[in-house]
């Protein structure tokens, strides 16, 4: 039961946060259009029908049923018909322009969004984006300097007594002994010095140990009130070398970079060792730029998600995932057998990372999307710049009801990813083991 209570706190966790993500993402929207005077008309976290709304002002904000989003409803999004739209949507989008506009007045003069300058529909549509940026490295940041990473204490909490183990994990009668176990290490100790230097961290014992290559060391133990000296000779096994962010390192070939690392048989108790600032800041620096990396294989990693629902392939660990799929995760870590700090700090990680997510996809350049909007006011400055040079009358603002067929084009793509996604969380999960 208390195993329940744990994945179900782990899951309301990540929601309350993405809902508050959300809302800060729409908070980043609303700040600046608000500074620029122009009316917004509705502040809403979710979709669907609404749970709850009041007013301020003359903006009406709420939170409706499905946290899976949110908007705000800023007045005069599309600038008055200049020339009829023509082909198969003609209609479409004169509709959506006519609803769009009929509940704006005269007092709204100015205060529309298409009267904007463009370097001011930028800042406005970059704003939800930036504070998805900064949530995120806050989170990262929080996380790493100021909860810590898991790492290996100098405690030690258990002895494997051989070096090889049948499968119901027990030493056959033939199994040597560990280099821990023949040295009579024992639980309980605590490895303060190897080969005469005292040690503050389990690394700088794999240092003195690697110095000592295939030879015996010397590990100074304190065991209760005493000082043990203990010799042993760890047995180096060659492994592949791994960066901050759990990828192996290659060479210029494309060959893994390996090292030789000591086994003694030994098992560690685990502690949070909060980083410097400054790693941390570099790890959510390094994070950002693996998700624009990331968004880039958009493609492909939907693609592998499809491949491997229907079959054809093992689902990548490290690929895309939903809702679903999220709250799958931070149910396992709220249910895992680890400290609650380090419950937290994963989770703030979590949510970190999606919030780097959410900066990124934005930013990719096709409506409805921020990056789309960005693009827009991107041409038109291009473009009055153009006819200001030319000494042409000014064009005005684009239209953007023009590209609505573009905009639902891409809802229904993304729709479709989604439910993909969905789906494969469902059928083919990914567990963190």
Known sequence: ???????????????????????????????????????????????????????????????????????????????????????????????????????????????????????????????????????????????????????NSLTIDGVAQCTEVDIEGNCPSEAPLSPAAQAGLMPGDVVVGVNGQMVSQWEEIIDGFNQNLGASSTLEVRRGDELVFVTLTPIFTERPVYSQNGEVQRDEAGAPITEFRPLIGVILQPQNVPLPLTEATSYAFDATRSTFDFILRLPQEVWAVAASTLGFSERDPAGVVSIVGVGQIAGEVGSANIPLESKLATLLMLLGSLNLALFAFNLIPLLPLDGGHVLGAIYESIKRRTYRILGKADPGAIDNAKALPLAYSMWLVLIAVGILVILADILNPISLG
Not at 17 to 34: D, W
């Open 1 to 151: 039961m208390l195993d329940v209570i744990s994945y179900l706190a782990g899951i309301l966790v990540v929601v309350v946060g993405i809902a508050l993500s959300i809302g800060l993402h729409e908070l980043g929207h609303y700040l600046p259009a608000k500074y620029f005077n122009v009316r917004v008309k509705q502040f809403m976290v979710g979709f669907g029908p609404t749970v709850k709304s009041w007013r301020r002002g003359e903006t009406e904000f709420g939170i409706k049923a499905i946290p899976l989003g949110g908007y705000i409803l800023m007045t005069g999004m599309f600038p008055p018909e200049k020339k009829p739209a023509r082909g198969p949507f003609a209609r479409w989008i004169a509709e959506a322009r006519n609803a769009e506009r009929e509940e704006i007045s005269e007092s709204d003069n100015g205060r529309q969004f298409h009267q904007l300058s463009p370097w001011k529909k930028i800042v406005v549509m970059l704003g939800g984006p930036v504070m998805n940026l900064i949530l995120g490295f806050v989170l990262i940041v929080s996380a790493l300097a100021g909860i810590g990473t898991m790492q």
